[in-house]
């Protein structure tokens, strides 16, 4: 358990249905990123957080996916109207800013939410 | 094209033997390579993290090597267990925030 938890696990959904993942980061981690992973591949970046500035947004991000992180602290992804293409792993992972006296890259990653469209 | 390739794709090996899983970039700006390891339905933990500054890290039978001439890293494991089983993932970062770029994996088995 790395401290950084997801909900839900597993969400099963029809097509055209609006799904909303939730990640809550390890405390003080500043930087949070969403990745995506489907079966057999590495997982690709979806976008990133600096407290609550969307900072950078991938190209996969379409318009029906939106992400925040109000108050820098938690962080939502939904997906409108879901399509059997958005199947996939959905993770996240939290990071601290490094500072002078303690450098911390890892990025640590939460159990993912495993998205099936039917 | 890749960014990241993991060789190889599949490794099944006996229990005890000492194995090399590769990770190459085609991009030469790097800042950091992660290793993590994944199991099935599971999420992603690290093992080792090399900064572009370093040549290697290591932990317990874990070693990991990174040569930012040539573009590529190693990861060694000694002794291999069959609880060392799972999905091995290289990752890259091109600037201090912090952004993974991954290798699509290395699906390692050790059998007893």
């Known amino acids: 358990d790395t401290g950084v938890s997801q909900n839900p696990r597993h969400k099963i959904t029809k097509r055209g249905q609006n799904v909303t993942f939730r990640c809550d980061p390890i405390?003080?981690?500043?930087?949070l990123y969403w990745y995506r992973q489907t079966l057999g591949q590495g997982p690709e970046f979806l976008t990133y957080f600096q407290n609550e500035a969307q900072l950078e947004k991938s190209r996969l991000l379409s318009d029906r996916f939106s992400a925040e992180r109000p108050k820098g602290s938690f962080s939502t992804l939904e997906i409108q109207r879901t399509e059997q293409g958005d199947s996939a792993m959905y993770l996240c992972a939290t990071r601290p800013t490094a500072d002078r006296i303690k450098i911390d890259y890892e990025q640590y990653f939460g159990p993912g939410t495993r998205l099936t469209v039917t | 094209k890749q960014e990241v390739t993991q060789i190889p794709a599949a490794l099944s090996v006996p229990e005890g033997e000492n194995l090399v899983l590769n990770c190459s970039f085609t991009?030469?700006?790097?800042?950091?390579l992660q290793w993590f390891r994944q199991d099935p339905g599971k999420g992603l933990t690290s093992l080792l993290l090399i900064q572009s500054s370093q040549r290697e890290q290591t932990s317990g039978r874990l070693n990991a090597s990174l040569d930012k001439s040539s573009g590529r890293s190693t990861l060694y494991i000694a002794a291999s267990q069959p609880g060392d089983s799972a999905t091995y993932l290289c990752?890259?970062?091109?600037?201090?925030?912090?952004?993974?770029?991954f290798g699509q994996g290395t699906i390692l088995t050790v059998h007893p």
């Open positions: 990752g890259k970062t091109g600037t201090s925030y912090g952004k993974l770029t």
């Open positions: 991009d030469s700006a790097i800042y950091n």
């Open positions: 405390s003080e981690h500043n930087r």
